[in-house]
């Protein structure tokens, strides 16, 4: 069981994709801008974050940027609606290990946040 | 006044993005959507309604999704009240109470707006190859001159000075007709920079045939 910060405005969004990452065994903390997520970043210390990309006081982008200047070890994935092809590579530029498009499907959210925690357990036992 | 060559690229780019909105919107129902060929033109905001044949004194639902950088403007997915409440029903199940829920209506129409119209701009930028810069949707009811006041004035979009590129799409969710439009209003300076950049893709596939 992994503890999953969710940061996205959308509470109709953060529902769904709260259920999927519970039913998967998850913790699931929600803030609904990045501000808030980068509040509980600090006293969560989640094992991954989820972002959407618009947001209001501190959009994705914005968390992402402030993760990299930390040079926090803490993974990201962005889950947007945005499918520009610039958005993705600016996203990834700035640290974000993967970018799903809204409506996420339960498979691919699944796939992506096993393949990053099992990357984290093996960059630990290395260390 | 565009070209034949002109009008057809930009309705095959904007098909392209309506049809992804169909899949997209099958994904999120989770149920079989058919999508009829939607009804796609170009004009400006005077004859607007009679494009996408929505009487003006319709109370709409809308979501406004602005963009801003070297193309200004907004796009809008406007339903009848009637046909929200119907895909609120879709996407939130059996729980939707029409007369109680406008704060769940909004937020899944907010969330299902927010996704179609990215279905169709990211298909405009990813094929001219311009990025556009998004600010986060907006929710609206009211007639179709109210809501396109509003977010004319948002957007810094002069309604005198834009041209609307409109796309009318009907969605079947199983039996149900679900219809919809989607429109983007661009202001003359960024739809004249849309067709630059439409003739130089027509340029470069033309390039490719030789």
């Known amino acids: ?127 | 006044m565009l070209t034949r060559e002109q009008t057809g690229t930009l309705t095959e780019i904007i098909n392209a993005g309506v049809k992804k909105a169909g899949s997209v919107l099958s994904e999120l129902v989770g149920r079989q959507v058919r999508m009829q060929v939607p009804l796609l033109g170009v004009t400006d905001f005077t004859n607007l309604h009679d494009c996408i044949g929505i009487d003006n004194n319709l109370q709409l639902v809308s979501v406004c999704q602005q963009f801003h950088g070297t193309m200004d403007g907004y796009a809008l997915l406007l339903l009848s009240r009637e046909n929200g409440d119907a895909l609120t029903q879709h996407l939130i199940g059996e729980g939707f109470d029409p007369s109680a829920m406008d704060v769940e209506r909004e937020e899944a129409l907010r969330e299902v707006g927010n996704i179609l119209t990215n279905s169709v701009l990211g298909t405009i930028s990813n094929t001219v190859g311009h990025r556009f810069e998004y600010q986060v949707p907006v929710y609206r009811q009211g007639t179709l001159p109210e809501i396109i006041g509003f977010s004319s004035c948002d957007a810094s979009c002069s309604v005198g000075d834009s041209h609307t590129l409109y796309a009318r799409a009907q969605f079947d969710i199983d039996d149900e007709r679900v219809v919809g439009s989607i429109l983007i209003l661009l202001t003359s300076r960024a739809f004249k920079l849309l067709i630059e950049m439409v003739d130089g893709l027509r340029f470069k596939v033309q390039l490719r045939q030789q």
């Open chain 1, 1 to 127: 069981m992994a503890k999953i910060l969710l940061v996205d405005d959308s509470s109709f969004q953060r529902k769904l994709m709260s259920k999927m990452l519970c039913s998967m065994g998850h913790r699931v903390t929600e803030a609904e801008n990045g501000r808030k997520g980068l509040d509980l970043v600090d006293t969560l210390e989640p094992d991954m974050i989820i972002t959407d990309l618009l947001m209001p006081e501190l959009d994705g982008i914005g968390l992402l940027r402030d993760l990299k200047k930390r040079d926090s070890a803490i993974p990201a994935v962005v889950v947007s609606a945005d499918i520009q092809e610039t958005t993705r590579q600016e996203c990834l530029q700035l640290g974000a290990r993967d970018f799903l498009n809204k409506p996420v499907k339960h498979a691919d959210l699944a796939a992506t946040v096993e393949r990053l925690l099992q990357s984290i357990a093996g960059e630990e036992s290395k260390c």
